[in-house]
Every structure is written in C-alpha cells, then in structure tokens.
Nanobody, 115 residues
Framework: QVQLVESGGGAVTAGGSLRLSCAAS????????MGWYRQGPGNQRELVAG???????NYAESVKGRFTVSRDNAKNTVYLQMNSLKAEDTAVYSC?????????WGQGTQVTVSS
C-alpha cells in the first residue's frame, strides 16, 4: 500500500524559512508527478509547486522566487524549501504523488507564519 508521510511543518515568523519533506513508501515506480498543495483558512486547495517525472517544475505565481521544489527519486521523496515566508502562506500543506494515473495524498502538515 502506498503511503505519503510529510514532515517539516511548524510555526515561523514572517521572513523565515521552512523545509517540508514528503516520503513515499510502498510499491513506487516512476511517479509522473510529485508536488505540494495547500489550503489556507477559507480558501480552496491550490497547487503550490510540483515536479514532473522529467524534472520539469511549476509554481504558483505567489511563491515564485521564494519556494523551491525538488525530488530525490532514489528516496521517493519530494521537498519544498520555503523562504521569505509571509503570513498569507499559512495553510495546511499536503503532498501529492501521481503514479499510473492514480493520485496519492499525504495527511497534511500545518505551516503557520506570524507577522
């Protein structure tokens, strides 16, 4: 059974940094996508950053230049380095992996940025 486990969330003051990790376990074979979504209070879930199997990355406009997504295929892990955090980045961050056209989700990790 495929499982995604996130870590690295927490509370930080504006301008600070956090690094999220999401490790996939189970039978993993060349995920076509790994990335991060977030859902803030009163907001819909949105894509923050993702990386395809060929290494192509995409970012939400609001995080470009501040966040960096990367993946370690040997460890089946995707990372999200978040710098220059803002109060509006406060949300539950969830990782998603797509493999064989099936989406798998982590349980989510809270990121709280105080101004």
């Amino acid at each position: 059974q495929v499982q995604l486990v996130e870590s690295g969330g927490g509370a930080v003051t504006a301008g600070g940094s956090l690094r999220l990790s999401c490790a996939a376990s189970g039978i993993i074979f060349r995920p076509s996508f790994m990335g991060w979504y977030r859902q803030g209070p009163g907001n819909q879930r949105e894509l923050v950053a993702g990386i395809d199997g060929d290494g192509t990355t995409n970012y939400a406009e609001s995080v470009k230049g501040r966040f960096t997504v990367s993946r370690d295929n040997a460890k089946n892990t995707v990372y999200l380095q978040m710098n220059s955090l803002k109060a509006e980045d406060t949300a539950v961050y969830s990782c998603k992996m797509r493999m064989w056209k099936i989406d798998y989700w982590g349980q989510g990790t809270q990121v709280t940025v105080s101004s």
